[in-house]
């Protein structure tokens, strides 16, 4: 929560001076985010689900062959 609110922060003031935000600014903080936190999602589907791996990668990744 202390960086979602830092990030409100910062478009906040950057609006008060009329900066004009762009939706990369909001990209680099998930891409931020993401890089920072994304472990902690096997380790809640260890506890929840026993296994960190249990995509199906045949979905997610389908190639349409004619």
């Known amino acids: 929560m202390t960086k979602v609110a830092k990030y409100i922060l910062y478009s906040t003031e950057r609006i008060n001076r009329n900066v004009e935000l762009h939706s990369n600014d909001l990209e680099d903080f998930l891409d931020e ?34």
């Open 33 to 66: 985010m993401a890089e920072k936190y994304y472990k902690n999602a096997d380790a809640t589907s260890e506890r929840l689900f026993g296994k960190t791996d249990f995509a199906t990668n045949d979905y997610m990744y389908k190639t349409v062959t004619k």
